[in-house]
Structures are given as structure tokens and as C-alpha cells.
């Protein structure tokens, strides 16, 4: 099995909601999305995706997030905008993205998202 990773940075704000603690206020974070492909066969170039394909599909997603108070922003104004909830939509955003892009038999295989340079959410299949 190949795997292909690629990680885009973005600068966010949000607070946790039904959480005691310094993390229901109001506070932001340098995030880091990477996203990881998977497939079983390289193309005839011997690749198994262009890091270019990646990052077009992730940058308007990152768009949507980038410098925003991330709880105002759909989904997380009605859930809770934690780290595993933010990996798991970028995670249902990209594979819905990467339909009719992607080559049969590669796929998103998971979406590891950093708050910090040691604390990570991932989501994946």
C-alpha cells in the first residue's frame, strides 16, 4: 500500500463548548492539516498522486477556516469545533472533494489535524 501525505498550515480561533477550563475561552491556534492519501498502484509516471492535486483540493477548505473565529463558521456554529470534530470535516469535506479526481483505488485515507506542534486529531477509515 502507498501513502502520500501532504500538510497545509492555517491560523485559527475558537472556544469549547461544555468544557471547564481555559479552552472555553476564547483562543486561537497555527493548525496543521495533513492529509493522507492512499492506493495499492502508482500511475505510469510512478506516482500516486501530485502533491499539486492535494493541495487544490485542500486550500479552499483551509480558505473557509483561515484567521476565522471557527466556532461562527457551519458546522461547528452548531458543533463543537474541537480537534477531532475539525479533522473529521476536513476528512467527509476532501473525500466528497476528491470524487472524479481521483484515480480508481486511491483514496483520502485519513486527516491528521495539529493544534500544536505535539497535539494531534486524526480521522479516517
Not at 476565522?68 to 476532501?94: G, H, K, S
Not at 466528497?96 to 481521483?102: C, M
Request: glycine share 6%.
Amino acid at each position: 500500500m502507498f501513502r502520500v501525505r501532504k500538510s497545509l498550515e492555517f491560523s485559527a480561533a475558537h472556544a469549547l463548548r461544555d468544557y471547564e477550563g481555559p479552552c472555553s475561552r476564547i483562543h486561537g491556534h497555527n493548525y496543521r492539516v495533513e492529509v493522507e492519501v492512499q492506493g495499492e498502484e502508482l500511475d505510469g509516471a510512478r506516482l500516486l498522486i501530485d502533491f499539486y492535486e492535494i493541495d487544490r483540493m485542500l486550500r479552499p477548505l483551509i480558505g473557509r477556516l483561515d484567521h476565522q473565529f471557527v466556532n461562527e463558521i457551519p458546522p461547528f456554529d452548531e458543533i463543537n469545533p474541537t480537534a477531532e470534530a475539525m479533522a473529521a470535516w476536513f476528512y467527509r469535506e476532501l473525500t466528497e472533494a476528491s470524487r472524479g479526481r481521483l484515480r480508481p483505488g486511491v483514496r483520502v485515507a485519513a486527516v491528521h489535524l495539529w493544534e500544536t506542534s505535539d497535539s494531534c486529531a486524526s480521522y479516517g477509515e
